[in-house]
C-alpha cells in the first residue's frame, strides 16, 4: 500500500514539475506567451528552478537558441539529428549543461530578461532542489520514501525532455527533427505537439484542442482569470 502511494505521489510530482515547465519556464519565461501578475511571479521565480531542477536564464537562453538554429551542430542544444536519438533521450540535461558552458555569452545575451543571480542559479540545481524537495517530504514520509519519489522525479523529467526533442510522428512543416506526438503531449501537458509549436512559439497554447494541449487550456484559465495576461509583443520568432 505504502509503495502505490509513493508511486502516486511520484507521478502528481513530476507532471506538476512538467507543468511548470511548460507553462513557466516555456511558454512564459522563454517565449512571453503569458506575463504573470508580479507577486505570482516572484514566487514562481523561486519555486520553478527548485521543483524543475532548471537554472532559469540557462534553460530559457538554450531553448531561445534552439528555435533559432534547430539541427543546426553546436547551436541546437538537443538536436536528434547531431547528437543521435539514444544521446537525447537519456542525456538532455547533460546535453543542455554541455552546451550552456560552450555558449554562456550567446545565452546572457539571448535571455539577458530572464534573472540570473547567484540564488536564481542555485536554486536551479539538480542536488538543491532534490534535496529541498526531499527535505520538504520527509515531514510527512519516511525519509527513504521521500529520497525515491524525488529520485524517480528526475529520472522521470529526464526521460520526458528526451522524448519531447526525440519524436517519432507527424512532422508538421520542414524537415527538420521537429515532431508532432499526441502520446508525449498526454503526458506532458501538451510539450509533444512540438512542431505545431515552433510554426507559433510565442502562441499561448499550440493546438486549439485542449484534450491534445491540456498546458494551453490551463494558460487560457490563467489569462481568463487575471493571474495572468497575454503578451502581445512575441520575444522570440520562429526560425527566420
Ligand atoms: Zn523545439
Ligand atoms: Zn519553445
Given amino acids: 500500500m505504502r509503495l502505490v502511494l509513493d508511486v502516486v505521489l511520484a507521478v502528481t510530482l513530476l507532471e506538476a514539475s512538467v507543468l511548470l515547465y511548460s507553462v513557466y519556464l516555456h511558454r512564459s519565461l522563454a517565449h512571453g506567451a503569458l506575463r504573470f501578475r508580479p507577486g505570482v511571479n516572484a514566487v514562481l521565480r523561486f519555486v520553478a528552478p527548485v521543483v524543475t531542477n532548471a537554472v532559469l536564464r540557462n534553460w530559457c537562453g538554450a531553448h531561445r537558441l534552439h528555435h533559432r538554429h534547430v539541427d543546426e551542430p553546436a547551436l541546437d542544444p538537443h538536436s536528434p539529428r547531431v547528437y543521435g536519438r539514444l544521446r537525447v533521450l537519456l542525456l538532455t540535461p547533460r546535453l543542455l549543461r554541455q552546451f550552456r558552458r560552450r555558449t554562456t555569452p550567446r ?13 536564481d542559479r542555485a536554486l536551479g540545481h539538480v542536488l538543491v532542489g532534490s534535496v529541498i524537495q526531499a527535505w520538504i517530504l520527509q515531514i510527512f514520509l519516511p525519509v527513504l520514501d521521500s529520497v525515491g519519489i524525488v529520485a524517480a522525479t528526475v529520472v522521470g523529467r529526464v526521460l520526458i525532455a528526451g522524448s519531447v526533442n526525440n519524436l517519432h510522428g507527424g512532422r508538421g512543416n520542414g524537415p527538420s527533427t521537429i515532431r508532432n506526438s499526441r502520446l508525449v503531449a498526454a503526458m506532458a501537458w501538451g510539450e509533444g505537439q512540438h512542431a505545431h509549436h515552433h510554426v507559433a512559439p ?17 494558460c487560457r484559465v490563467l489569462v481568463r482569470s487575471g493571474i495572468a495576461s497575454k503578451e502581445s509583443t512575441p520575444l522570440v520568432a520562429s526560425k527566420s
Avoid: R
Fill in 107 to 119: 545565452i546572457d545575451l539571448i535571455a539577458g530578461d530572464i534573472p540570473a543571480t547567484w540564488l
Fill in 202 to 218: 510565442s502562441e499561448l497554447a499550440y493546438t486549439v484542442l485542449w484534450s491534445e494541449d491540456p498546458g494551453g487550456a490551463i
